[in-house]
Structure formats: C-alpha cells, structure tokens
C-alpha cells in the first residue's frame, strides 16, 4: 500500500506557521532570550523530524522512540540552558538554524532506523 507524500511546499508553510507560533507564543510569554531559544529550537527541530516522516505516524514505535529522544533533548538543553549566564542575548541565527537542522537528520535517522521493520 503506498501513501501519498504531500507537496514539499505545503510541508515547507506548515513548518513555517509552526515556527511562526512559537516565535508569537515565546513572545507573548516574555520568556527569558535563553529560554525562547530553547523553545523555538526544539519547536523547529522536532516539527521537521514529526512532518518529514508522517508516513511513520501510525507506528507506535515512531511515537516512542520520538518521545524518549524529546526527553533527552529536553534534558540536554535544560542544562546548557542553566549553564549560560543571565546576560545571554540569544544564539545567532544561523548557528541556531545549522544547529537545528543537523540534529533534525540525527533524531530523523535514529527514529527512521528504529521505525522501519527489519527485511
């Protein structure tokens, strides 16, 4: 049974609009600029992993094994979080975005491998 993939321009708005929301939301909530990084990082990296492989949606395997990497990411940005000064003005955005997409390919790669049945 094959799925249909939709067009990479309508993953492209909706990872967009996703984005968009939690620059609003980080925004509204005043966070501090460390922790809207934080949120907009994560927000960016797991919406890519989450739209990229929506053909994996229905496994329960995707669920968990994106769940446990969430948690150490979370894990690991708290603490890098609670290690930078107060006076932290933000990643620059093209550090942030390299960041981001290379640990997109990790956890995609790691839950696709995890995912996919054995042949």
């Not at 321009?9 to 939690?22: E, H, I, Q, S």
């Not at 927000?43 to 992993?49: A, K, L, T, Y």
């Not at 395997?61 to 769940?67: A, M």
Request: with cysteine.
């Amino acid at each position: 049974m094959e799925t249909k993939r939709m067009p990479i321009l309508v993953d492209l708005v909706v990872l967009t609009l996703l984005l968009g929301a939690a620059v609003v939301f980080a925004r509204t909530m005043h966070l501090l600029p460390v922790w809207t990084d934080v949120f907009i990082y994560t927000v960016g990296v797991f919406g890519i992993v989450i739209v990229v492989l929506r053909s994996e949606w229905r496994r329960t395997r995707f669920w968990s094994t994106l769940l446990l990497l969430f948690a150490l990411h979370i894990l690991c940005l708290f603490v890098i979080a609670q290690a930078l000064p107060h006076s932290w003005r933000g990643i620059p955005g093209g550090v942030q975005l390299v960041a981001g997409i290379a640990e997109a390919l990790v956890v995609a790669n790691i839950v696709w491998i995890r995912t996919r049945p054995f042949a």
